[in-house]
C-alpha cells in the first residue's frame, strides 16, 4: 500500500464474499442455462480475470445468459446463496468495472446481442446489452441515422458496458456522453426482480432512474434492455488537423476556441511522442517532426461548417499552428481518424504495458497539467506519451512501463497517482468516460466529502442492500482511504479510448 490519496473516510467496508461459491450452485447455473453456457474450470476461468486495465481479478463461474428471464433467473441463484454477481460486456473497460473482486458470477452478454427493434420515425433503437456500439449506427446508416457515443473501442465495445461506465469517445464533445443518449431500461434487480425505467419519450416523469443507473457501473441493477436516441446524419462535415511545433500552443487553441464560443463536433490532441508512435503504425499522415496535432471536426449545415472551419483555422494560425491541413475527402477523414482511434495499439507496440489514466481539468489549466506531467514522468523514470479529447479536458496520459517488474509498476501506479492528485487540484475530476470501478474508488476521497460518500452509500443500499451487485468498485472499502491499493498484477492495458 502506499499513500497517495486523499482524506479518510470512515464508512463501512463491504461485505467480502470470495470464496462462497461452491458446486451446488454450479449445477443450479448448468440446470438453468445448460452446461455450454456455463464455464468453471480454472483453466478457462483465467480468460476472465482481465479487462482493459492494469487490474485483475478471477471470478469462480462465468455464465452466457440469451434472455432477461435467464439474468432475472442468474440473480435469484446469486440471492439465494448470498454470492456476487457482476455484469460483463466485451470486457474492454479500463477501470476494472467488469471484473469479478470478490468472485462469484460473472455474467457476460455475449450472447445478449440482438437489435431488438428500430423505430425510425421517433428516431430511437432499442437493444440488448451484448449489442456492438458501431453495429447500432451499421444498422441505420441506410436510414441517415447514427449513434452519436462513439468510444474509439466502439468496434469491440458493448451498449452495456458503455451505459454502466457513462462512456463517451471524441464526438460527445458537441453531443455528449453515454447518459444523454439512452432514454430507457429494462433492469434486474439484485432480488431477481425486473423493472422497467424511461422509454422512448425524451423526459418521463418522477425521479430520473434512467440518468442514475446509466454510470453506476452495475452497482444499483443489471441492464438487460436499452432504448437510446439516434442522431440525424449532419449535411456536411470537414476534418481539419492543426500542426504545431510547440506542444503549449496546441492547449491554448483549444481554450481560445472555447472562449469564443465555437463548439467542433470533436477536439482531439496528440503529442509529438504520441503521434509519431502513431504514424508509423497506422501511415495517417501526421507529420513527424511536430510537437502536437489537433484533429478537429466540424459538422452540421454546408454553410455554417464553411463558415465554422474557416473561424477554426483562423485561430489556430493565431495560436502558431504552422500548418492546417483540411480532409479533401471521406477517405482521408477516415484515414485520420484511423490513426486517432489506433492509438493506443500503437503505443502497445513499444512496450511490454502501459497504464492509462482518465482525469477531466478545466480546458484553462490544460498546458500547466502537461508540463506537470512531464515533470512527473521524468521524476518516476518513465514515458508518458498525452492523447486527449483536448476539447472537454478529459485526458488520457499513457506511462509505459514493463508489468514483469513489480517494482516498476508501483512506481506507475504511484505515477498515476500524482497525476490524478494534481488534475483534482487543478479542479478536474477522477474519470470523464472510463468509470472508477476498482482502480479509482479510494481515490473518491479526494473529490467527495465523508457526507458525499454515505449519501451515495445510501443510494447504492437502496437499490443493492446486500452489496452483491459488483462488489468492490466505485465507493472506498472503507477505513485507510489515504491508501492507494496497489493490485497484485500488472497487466497490460489493452483498452482503446
Same mark, same amino acid.
Given at each position: 500500500?502506499?499513500?497517495?490519496?486523499?482524506? #479518510?473516510?470512515?464508512?463501512?467496508?463491504?461485505?467480502?464474499?470470495?470464496?462462497?461459491?461452491?458446486?451446488?450452485?454450479?449445477?443450479?447455473?448448468?440446470?438453468?442455462?445448460?452446461?455450454e453456457a456455463?464455464?468453471?474450470?480454472?483453466d478457462?476461468?483465467?480468460?476472465?480475470?482481465?479487462?482493459g486495465?492494469?487490474?485483475?481479478?478471477?471470478?469462480?463461474?462465468?455464465?452466457?445468459?440469451?434472455?432477461?428471464?435467464?439474468?432475472?433467473a442468474?440473480a435469484?441463484?446469486?440471492?439465494?446463496?448470498g454470492?456476487?454477481m457482476?455484469?460483463?460486456?466485451?470486457?474492454t473497460?479500463?477501470?476494472?468495472?467488469?471484473?469479478?473482486v470478490?468472485? /462469484?458470477?460473472l455474467?457476460?452478454?455475449?450472447?445478449?446481442?440482438?437489435?431488438?427493434?428500430?423505430d425510425?420515425?421517433?428516431?430511437r433503437?432499442?437493444?440488448q446489452?451484448?449489442?456492438?456500439?458501431?453495429?447500432?449506427?451499421?444498422? =441505420?446508416?441506410?436510414?441517415?441515422?447514427?449513434?452519436?457515443?462513439?468510444?474509439?473501442s466502439?468496434?469491440?465495445?458493448?451498449?452495456?458496458g458503455?451505459?454502466?461506465?457513462?462512456? /463517451?469517445?471524441?464526438?460527445t464533445?458537441?453531443?455528449?456522453?453515454?447518459?444523454?443518449?439512452?432514454?430507457g431500461?429494462?433492469?434486474?434487480?439484485?432480488?431477481?426482480?425486473?423493472?422497467? =425505467?424511461?422509454? &422512448?419519450t425524451?423526459?418521463?416523469?418522477?425521479?430520473?432512474?434512467?440518468?442514475?443507473?446509466? /454510470?453506476?457501473?452495475?452497482?444499483?441493477?443489471?441492464?438487460?434492455e436499452?432504448?437510446?436516441?439516434?442522431s440525424? &446524419?449532419?449535411?456536411?462535415?470537414?476534418?481539419?488537423l492543426?500542426?504545431? #511545433?510547440d506542444?503549449?500552443?496546441a492547449?491554448e487553441?483549444v481554450?481560445d476556441?472555447?472562449?469564443?464560443?465555437?463548439?467542433?463536433?470533436?477536439?482531439?490532441?496528440?503529442d509529438?511522442?504520441?503521434?509519431?508512435?502513431v504514424?508509423?503504425?497506422?501511415?495517417?499522415?501526421?507529420?513527424? #517532426?511536430?510537437?502536437?496535432?489537433?484533429?478537429i471536426?466540424?459538422?452540421?449545415l454546408k454553410?455554417?461548417?464553411?463558415?465554422?472551419?474557416?473561424?477554426?483555422e483562423?485561430?489556430?494560425?493565431?495560436h502558431?499552428?504552422?500548418?492546417v491541413?483540411?480532409?479533401?475527402?471521406?477517405?482521408?477523414?477516415?484515414?485520420?481518424?484511423?490513426?486517432?482511434?489506433?492509438?493506443?495499439?500503437?503505443?502497445?507496440?513499444?512496450s511490454?504495458?502501459?497504464?492509462?489514466q482518465?482525469?477531466?481539468?478545466p480546458?484553462? &489549466?490544460?498546458?500547466?497539467?502537461?508540463?506537470?506531467?512531464?515533470?512527473?514522468?521524468?521524476?518516476?523514470?518513465?514515458?508518458? /506519451?498525452?492523447?486527449f479529447?483536448?476539447?472537454?479536458?478529459?485526458?488520457?496520459?499513457?506511462?509505459?512501463?514493463?508489468?514483469?517488474?513489480?517494482?516498476?509498476?508501483?512506481?506507475?501506479?504511484?505515477?498515476?497517482?500524482?497525476?490524478?492528485?494534481?488534475?483534482?487540484?487543478?479542479?478536474?475530476?477522477?474519470?470523464?468516460?472510463?468509470?472508477?470501478?476498482?482502480e479509482?474508488?479510494?481515490?473518491?476521497?479526494?473529490?467527495?466529502? #465523508?457526507?458525499?460518500?454515505?449519501?451515495?452509500?445510501?443510494v447504492?443500499?437502496?437499490?443493492?442492500?446486500?452489496?452483491?451487485l459488483?462488489?468492490?468498485?466505485?465507493?472506498?472499502?472503507?477505513?485507510?482511504?489515504?491508501?492507494?491499493?496497489?493490485?497484485?498484477?500488472g497487466?497490460?492495458?489493452l483498452?482503446?479510448?
Amino acid at each position: 500500500m502506499t499513500g497517495i490519496a486523499g482524506d #479518510d473516510y470512515s464508512g463501512d467496508a463491504e461485505t467480502n464474499y470470495t470464496g462462497l461459491m461452491d458446486k451446488q450452485i454450479t449445477r443450479e447455473l448448468e440446470k438453468l442455462l445448460g452446461r455450454e453456457a456455463v464455464i468453471s474450470s480454472p483453466d478457462d476461468l483465467l480468460l476472465y480475470e482481465y479487462d482493459g486495465s492494469v487490474e485483475e481479478a478471477r471470478p469462480e463461474c462465468v455464465v452466457f445468459p440469451r434472455t432477461t428471464a435467464d439474468v432475472s433467473a442468474i440473480a435469484r441463484i446469486s440471492a439465494k446463496h448470498g454470492v456476487p454477481m457482476v455484469g460483463r460486456g466485451a470486457g474492454t473497460g479500463l477501470s476494472g468495472g467488469a471484473l469479478a473482486v470478490q468472485g /462469484g458470477i460473472l455474467t457476460v452478454f455475449s450472447r445478449m446481442n440482438r437489435i431488438l427493434e428500430i423505430d425510425e420515425e421517433n428516431m430511437r433503437a432499442v437493444v440488448q446489452p451484448g449489442v456492438v456500439n458501431l453495429d447500432v449506427t451499421r444498422a =441505420v446508416e441506410h436510414l441517415g441515422l447514427y449513434f452519436a457515443p462513439d468510444p474509439s473501442s466502439q468496434k469491440a465495445c458493448t451498449i452495456g458496458g458503455n451505459v454502466a461506465e457513462n462512456a /463517451g469517445g471524441p464526438h460527445t464533445l458537441a453531443y455528449g456522453v453515454t447518459t444523454n443518449h439512452v432514454t430507457g431500461l429494462e433492469l434486474v434487480l439484485p432480488s431477481g426482480d425486473v423493472v422497467r =425505467v424511461g422509454g &422512448k419519450t425524451c423526459e418521463t416523469p418522477g425521479y430520473d432512474l434512467t440518468g442514475l443507473m446509466v /454510470g453506476s457501473e452495475g452497482t444499483l441493477a443489471i441492464a438487460t434492455e436499452i432504448t437510446v436516441k439516434l442522431s440525424r &446524419k449532419p449535411e456536411a462535415v470537414k476534418t481539419l488537423l492543426a500542426i504545431f #511545433d510547440d506542444i503549449e500552443d496546441a492547449p491554448e487553441t483549444v481554450a481560445d476556441f472555447t472562449g469564443r464560443a465555437i463548439t467542433p463536433a470533436a477536439c482531439e490532441m496528440l503529442d509529438g511522442w504520441t503521434l509519431r508512435a502513431v504514424e508509423e503504425f497506422v501511415h495517417a499522415g501526421f507529420p513527424l #517532426d511536430s510537437g502536437a496535432v489537433l484533429l478537429i471536426e466540424v459538422e452540421g449545415l454546408k454553410e455554417a461548417v464553411e463558415e465554422q472551419a474557416a473561424q477554426i483555422e483562423e485561430i489556430c494560425k493565431l495560436h502558431h499552428a504552422r500548418e492546417v491541413r483540411v480532409a479533401r475527402d471521406a477517405a482521408e477523414r477516415d484515414l485520420l481518424w484511423k490513426g486517432r482511434k489506433n492509438a493506443f495499439g500503437a503505443v502497445g507496440r513499444l512496450s511490454p504495458s502501459y497504464y492509462v489514466q482518465d482525469a477531466v481539468i478545466p480546458r484553462t &489549466k490544460l498546458p500547466e497539467t502537461l508540463r506537470k506531467i512531464n515533470e512527473i514522468g521524468k521524476r518516476y523514470g518513465f514515458s508518458i /506519451g498525452n492523447i486527449f479529447h483536448a476539447g472537454d479536458g478529459n485526458l488520457h496520459p499513457i506511462i509505459l512501463f514493463d508489468q514483469r517488474d513489480p517494482e516498476e509498476f508501483k512506481r506507475a501506479v504511484a505515477a498515476s497517482g500524482e497525476i490524478m492528485r494534481h488534475c483534482i487540484e487543478c479542479g478536474g475530476a477522477l474519470t470523464g468516460e472510463h468509470g472508477i470501478g476498482m482502480e479509482k474508488n479510494e481515490l473518491m476521497p479526494l473529490m467527495f466529502s #465523508d457526507a458525499d460518500l454515505e449519501l451515495m452509500r445510501r443510494v447504492r443500499e437502496a437499490f443493492n442492500p446486500e452489496g452483491r451487485l459488483n462488489p468492490g468498485k466505485v465507493l472506498p472499502l472503507g477505513k485507510g482511504c489515504k491508501e492507494v491499493r496497489i493490485p497484485p498484477g500488472g497487466t497490460a492495458s489493452l483498452g482503446v479510448l
